[in-house]
């Protein structure tokens, strides 16, 4: 009998050592490599390589936008409570039930007391909690007391296991000697970083951690009861909030209505004093977050009713909640700190849990030009974020697999490699708009990365596995010339102080000009480049610097007249008064659409006695010129801007005439800017869809279809002569006298290099005019600088400068109020050998353009700047 029990034995143990030979064969031959990779991870240390984003620079290289290093300190409440004494204090404090009047802050300052009521109570005090708040308290008792693994901690809690009914410092007297220790250095390092970091944080550090740990005190208590509330209609809370937030609360939908009802029946909120639908969403604008104070005590007891009546609702989710929102919360105290502020950090950061050195690459825009065209950068949103999100858990699946196929394998790596190099991080900024946003793949870079094996192959040096070279972003160099910018900005401001001047000395007799503010000029101004299409100049005034707009911006974003969000030159964003018709500039166009419908118009005389009625007994439309031009040809209607003739002229020429030509010179369209981008609509009659900055140039550019011309003979008149129906920016305007000039329909290049620099449109079936018409509107455009009678004589452009132009002066309806004039000045310059064209808008004068916006374009032509301009041309 003995020796089959051990035959038995010995089959059993032969059958052990051939499974453990099998399964070392497997392990050591058929799975080495899996293995051996799983045991170089285990040792694989990982760092990423930061990259510069590209700058943004003007036709001379002068810097506009620029990437600078930078330190800033950043908070989380979650290590801070975990590793500072005054976070852990704090923490035992509110797991034991006490009310702590000004958290951190009482903490600091009355932390011995509040620590010895802490020490006061004994094992069976503790052993009343539940076993998870029993362990939580201990966790941040034992921090603060400076308590570590060993015979200290081993008294403590057996002491409180076996519900000892002595208190905890008389079974433990070391404890308040190492927690007063703990705590009189706290102190003192706290004293030397508020000092460090400046006069204004000297004892404001720890109020400003106080508010964000109310904030998160907030947030926490929203989430449980959200969630709680969620799982006792089985639904998501995303979900519920949605439901009770579609209208306002006073007017709930009846699926809100009946899940309310659901839930204070289930809870037992019948008598319940507090509004708990606004409790349960805690969502009023002027209370959240600005004011935690406003809702926390009534989530706090209505979470408390629901821990006692309905328990299962709740339970493990305040930890949950805790542990989500704490982990996730990180926020910036602290900006660009010295070298001394980042080296007490650095060398002590043990000394201050939750409290990090970011090492932050901040934009910067030295020369403060243009910021609604360059742009700016912002962190990315949560939907930024998605992506990341489901490559991480994407990644993490594959990593967790303990075979991959080979597509599995080629997945895993390129995964690793985007988020390693690629994918947006959290710290990481993007462009939000301007050429920082349209070029954003060109400005941004990607990361490096460094790969070691700890202890190499054979346990000696680290083993470099894998580096990935950083890869700056490429800059991008624009048309703009930081110089003229400035150049017009002051041309601008000077000319609308001496326009009272001006006007009393060259119109004495004119009317007094009541509506013009030489204080506030609104004005838009263009230079484009007749070799290329570039626009050296995109001048917007009144200007903005880019700390009003972070100051001011539910202000300036109100506004309804002369914001300085609009960026003029390009003239989307305008509200009624500022509705950029082009007046009577537009009547070169009409002109071209004449002559290339029948050169014979040139020559066709009508007659002007100041109004002209299309119908009889129709109300007149009039002529700046209140007796009339008498009999005149195209060449004086366009030296002396007079409508009737150009009434005429459109009735003749019919409204599908003028209506093609317009379109195909590019009116009522998108002018092809690179920052804005009009795509065709989804669906036949659809609305046109619009990328990149849409704000600058959205809704500007329009014009009127044929047949409601047609119909509408008044409209059609008004087109002619720009005065409605009809809208465009001076960039368009510019575009138009660059054809005229050239016979190209440039599309506007504010971008000089750079990937994908190219005009975001091509130009369809553009008209080409006939030479010799084509000079002849040109010669009568000259006249209206060079001769007596032209509407911009006056002006005293010297003839040397070949200045090409047209007035325009705009008329804005409005039923009641009238509504101050736009002044207009466009050409280009000079007449033999044109190289730049030019529109100058001034919004709201009440002025004529010959009277205004034509002696910007000559201040600025007259400075430094300008003159070089002039000068190449020489």
């Not at 706290?190 to 109310?214: D, S, V, Y």
């Not at 299309?614 to 004086?636: E, Q």
């Not at 003979?713 to 809208?727: F, K, N, S, T």
Request: hydrophobic share 40%.
């Amino acid at each position: 009998m003995r020796v089959e029990r051990l035959k038995n034995l010995a089959w059993i143990f032969a059958l052990f050592v051939v499974v453990l030979i099998a399964r070392l064969f497997q392990l050591q031959v058929l799975q080495a490599e899996r293995w051996e990779r799983e045991a170089r991870i285990s040792r694989l240390e990982k760092a990423t390589l930061p990259f510069r984003r590209g700058r943004i620079l003007d036709r001379h290289g002068v810097v506009l936008a620029v990437d600078r290093p930078s330190y800033d300190l950043y908070f989380r409440y979650r290590d801070f409570r975990r590793g500072h004494i005054y976070g852990q204090l704090l923490e035992s404090l509110l797991l034991r039930g006490f009310e702590v009047e000004g958290g951190l802050v009482a903490v600091a300052n009355q932390g011995e007391a509040y620590g010895e009521a802490l020490l006061q109570l004994s094992g069976s005090d503790l052993m009343q909690m539940s076993s998870r708040t029993r362990g939580d308290f201990l966790f941040y008792l034992e921090g603060a007391c400076q308590v570590e693994r060993g015979p200290l901690r081993d008294q403590l809690r057996a002491l409180v296991e076996a519900g000892d009914p002595r208190s905890l410092v008389q079974a433990l007297p070391q404890l308040r000697d190492q927690l007063y220790q703990a705590l009189a250095q706290a102190g003192r390092s706290w004293h030397i970083l508020e000092r460090t970091l400046g006069p204004e944080w000297t004892g404001l550090l720890l109020t400003k951690l106080e508010e964000r740990r109310r904030t998160l005190d907030l947030m926490v208590s929203r989430a449980v009861v959200q969630s709680a509330a969620a799982r006792a209609l089985d639904q998501s809370p995303s979900s519920l909030r949605r439901l009770l937030a579609q209208v306002p609360l006073s007017e709930e939908p009846t699926s809100a209505r009946v899940a309310v009802t659901e839930l204070m029946q289930r809870w037992q909120l019948d008598g319940y004093n507090t509004d708990f639908s606004e409790l349960l969403l805690a969502r009023r604008e002027d209370a959240p977050e600005r004011n935690p104070q406003a809702w926390l005590p009534g989530l706090r007891a209505l979470e408390a009713h629901v821990r006692q009546v309905m328990p299962t609702d709740i339970a493990g989710l305040r930890k949950q909640e805790t542990q989500r929102i704490h982990h996730l919360r990180v926020v910036s105290l602290v900006r660009d700190l010295n070298f001394d502020q980042v080296d007490l950090l650095a060398q002590q950061a043990k000394v201050y849990p939750g409290l990090y050195l970011q090492n932050i690459t901040r934009r910067l825009y030295p020369e403060q030009l243009q910021p609604l065209l360059l742009g700016s950068v912002r962190l990315p949103s949560a939907d930024d974020l998605a992506n990341l999100s489901e490559d991480r858990n994407r990644y993490a699946e594959l990593g967790r697999m303990f075979y991959r196929s080979p597509a599995e394998e080629a997945e895993f790596r390129q995964l690793q490699h985007r988020q390693l190099s690629n994918a947006l991080r959290p710290d990481e900024s993007k462009g939000a708009d301007g050429v920082e946003l349209v070029y954003e793949k060109v400005l941004r870079g990607q990361r490096g990365y460094l790969q070691l094996l700890k202890g190499g192959d054979e346990g000696l040096e680290p083993l470099e596995l894998q580096f990935f070279s950083p890869q700056d972003g490429a800059d991008v160099v624009l048309a703009l010339d930081a110089a003229l910018e400035k150049d017009a900005q002051l041309s601008i401001a000077r000319v609308y102080q001496q326009t009272l001047a001006t006007l009393r000395e060259l119109w004495p007799n004119g009317p007094e000009p009541r509506a013009f503010r030489p204080d506030f000029p609104k004005v838009g101004m263009v230079l484009m480049d007749l070799e290329n299409g570039e626009t050296p100049l995109l001048t917007s005034v009144p200007t903005i610097s880019r700390l009003e707009v972070r100051e001011q911006w539910n202000d300036l974003a109100s506004m309804k007249q002369g914001s300085p969000l609009r960026q003029r030159a390009i003239g989307g964003g305008f509200h009624l008064p500022e509705t950029p018709y082009p007046g009577s500039t537009f009547k070169a166009v009409t002109a071209a659409a004449a002559l290339d419908f029948d050169p014979g118009l040139w020559d066709r005389a009508y007659e002007c006695l100041g109004a002209y009625s299309p119908f009889a007994n129709a109300k007149p439309l009039h002529c700046d010129a209140r007796y009339g031009h008498n009999v005149i040809t195209m060449r004086d209607a366009l030296k002396k801007s007079c409508n009737i003739y150009f009434y005429k002229l459109a009735e003749e020429i019919g409204a599908e005439v003028l209506e093609s030509y317009s379109r195909r010179l590019g009116f009522g369209h998108a002018t092809g800017i690179e920052l804005v981008r009009e795509l065709p609509p989804e669906e036949e009659g659809g609305p046109s869809r619009w990328v990149g900055s849409t704000g600058l140039e959205r809704g500007v550019n329009r014009l009127s279809s044929a047949e409601d011309m047609s119909r509408d003979r008044y409209l059609l008149m008004r087109v002619a002569i720009g005065q409605q129906g009809i809208q465009a920016s001076p960039l368009q305007m510019a575009r138009f006298y660059a054809w005229l000039a050239t016979g190209k329909l440039y599309q506007p290049r504010l971008v000089r290099q750079g990937a994908g620099a190219s005009p975001a449109m091509q130009p369809v079936d553009v008209p080409v005019l006939a030479e010799r018409d084509r000079r002849r509107i040109i010669d009568a455009l000259s006249a209206v600088c060079e001769e007596r009678g032209g509407t911009a004589h006056l002006t005293g452009f010297p003839s040397s400068w070949g200045i090409v132009g047209k007035t325009g002066t705009a008329q804005i309806r409005q039923a009641e109020n009238p509504i101050p004039t736009h002044a207009w000045f466009t050409g280009f310059f000079p007449r033999d050998n044109p190289r730049y064209a030019f529109a100058v808008l001034c919004e709201n004068t009440g002025l004529h353009g010959g009277q205004i916006a034509s002696f910007v374009l000559k201040d600025f032509l007259e400075s430094e700047s300008g003159q070089a301009l002039l000068g190449v041309e020489q």
